[in-house]
C-alpha cells in the first residue's frame, strides 16, 4: 500500500521559513518524479515545485522562485520543501504528489496534506 505522509507544516510569521517534508512508503521512490501542490480555501489546487524523479531539473510556480526549493533524498524516500520569505498569501494546506508513468501506464498518489498559515 502505498502512503504519501507530510509534515513541518504549522503557524509561521511574515518573513520566515518553513521545511515540509514527505516520505513516501509502497513504492520505489527513485523512480517517481515528486511534487508540490498547495490549496487555499475557495480556490484550485496548484502546482508549487516539482522534481524529477531520474534527473532532469526543477520547476517552481511563478510565486515559489527565489523563496521555495524542493530537494528528495532517495535514500529516505523523502522529498522535502524548504519555503523562504513566506507570506500571507503562501498560507494553504501543501501536498505531496508522487507521479510516475511508463507507455500506457501511469501511478498517481497524493498525500494527505500539511497545513501553512503564515499570520502575524
Known amino acids: 500500500q502505498v502512503q504519501l505522509v507530510e509534515s513541518g507544516g504549522g503557524l509561521v510569521q511574515p518573513g520566515g521559513s518553513l521545511r515540509l517534508s514527505c516520505i513516501a512508503s509502497?513504492?520505489?521512490?527513485?523512480?517517481?518524479?515528486m511534487s508540490w501542490y498547495r490549496q487555499a480555501p475557495g480556490k484550485e489546487r496548484e502546482l508549487v515545485a516539482s522534481?524529477?524523479?531520474?534527473?532532469?531539473?526543477?520547476n517552481y510556480a511563478d510565486s515559489a522562485k527565489g523563496r521555495f526549493t524542493i530537494s528528495r533524498d532517495n535514500a529516505k524516500n523523502t522529498v522535502y520543501l524548504q519555503m523562504n520569505s513566506l507570506k500571507p498569501e503562501d498560507s494553504a494546506t501543501y501536498y505531496c504528489?508522487?507521479?510516475?508513468?511508463?507507455?500506457?501506464?501511469?501511478?498517481?498518489?497524493w498525500g494527505q496534506g500539511t497545513q501553512v498559515t503564515v499570520s502575524s
Open positions: 504528489k508522487a507521479d510516475r508513468s511508463v507507455p500506457n501506464l501511469r501511478w498517481t498518489y
Open positions: 509502497g513504492l520505489t521512490f527513485g523512480f517517481y518524479d
Open positions: 522534481l524529477p524523479g531520474a534527473g532532469g531539473s526543477t
